[in-house]
């Protein structure tokens, strides 16, 4: 079969199984199988797959009909113009996590340190958030940890790719418990903010086949925030920020439980949409 006509007829497959954006995968998962970049397809329509080609495309548009991401098939995904390893047991990167890195980025800028800084990334997963960070500041060195252990073996692996490796320590922790009686200037986390009574809500791939416990917090996705918040007001030095990624819906419910903080602010994404919330603790 010619490359064009692989594409279209997987194309055809991903519209009758409502796979998203059905051409681009199509094409992303021919690239993959050919190593190839996309202008390669363009080029060399006319191009016959071998054999095993052929079967191996089969093979992985099968996986994607089925719900199974593109970035768990070819395990990359781009973030923050840094290419990440991903398995299913991380959280695929994801854009609006971007707003996070330009949050802390941001706060940066007016913030002054007493001694060496010091910044945590809890429950990192793929380590994009920590390790995007990292690449922003280099004279910085960053915590991060994650419950999961499966998750910080991707981490360490991205942090070596990246060449991170010395600038960001990992450990295994379950929130902050691994880190008693240390201070730190930020804390930072995008949790899992999904609520249980809401997973029929959420899309298949993510329902499906991502890490629940990087998706889902609880029944109505607050379980994390609960914990988190008050470790990170212990762990915080004064004047230190909390900058988390939030839910859609969960912007209030969040604010709520920010006693003790001040100078709450939203950073809303090109839509509007409410993607992360810092909090100041007071002085």
């Not at 909390?242 to 709450?264: A, H, P, W």
Request: contains cysteine; charged residues 25%.
């Amino acid at each position: 079969m010619q490359l064009k006509q692989a594409v279209d007829a997987a194309y055809q497959h991903f519209l009758d199984h409502d796979v998203p954006s059905p051409r681009l995968n199509a094409e992303l998962l021919l690239m993959f199988v050919l190593g190839r970049a996309r202008a390669y397809l363009y080029t060399y329509p006319e191009c016959e797959l071998t054999p095993q080609e052929q079967s191996r495309y089969d093979e992985v548009v099968r996986a994607r009909a089925r719900g199974c991401p593109t970035q768990y098939i070819t395990g990359h995904q781009e973030f923050w113009g840094l290419d990440f390893i991903v398995s299913p047991a991380v959280l695929i990167p994801r854009p609006e996590t971007e707003h996070v890195i330009e949050t802390v980025l941001e706060l940066l800028k007016q913030y002054e340190p007493h001694g060496r800084l010091r910044m945590i990334d809890i429950g990192t997963g793929s380590g994009c958030i920590a390790l995007a960070v990292a690449s922003e500041l280099p004279q910085l060195e960053i915590d991060a940890c994650d419950i999961s252990e499966h998750a910080l073996e991707v981490a360490c692996a991205n942090a070596v790719r990246l060449g991170l490796e010395k600038r960001v320590q990992f450990r295994h922790s379950d929130l902050l418990s691994a880190y008693p009686g240390e201070q730190f200037d930020f804390v930072i986390s995008n949790p899992p903010y999904v609520g249980e009574s809401e997973a029929d809500k959420v899309q298949k791939q993510v329902r499906e086949f991502e890490p629940k416990t990087a998706v889902f917090s609880g029944w109505e996705g607050m379980e994390i925030y609960k914990r988190l918040i008050p470790q990170a007001q212990a762990a915080l030095k004064r004047g230190g920020w909390l900058v988390m990624e939030i839910g859609y819906s969960t912007e209030e419910k969040v604010r709520n439980l920010l006693t003790g903080f001040s100078d709450v602010q939203t950073t809303t994404d090109l839509q509007g949409i409410p993607r992360v919330v810092a909090a100041r603790l007071s002085n």
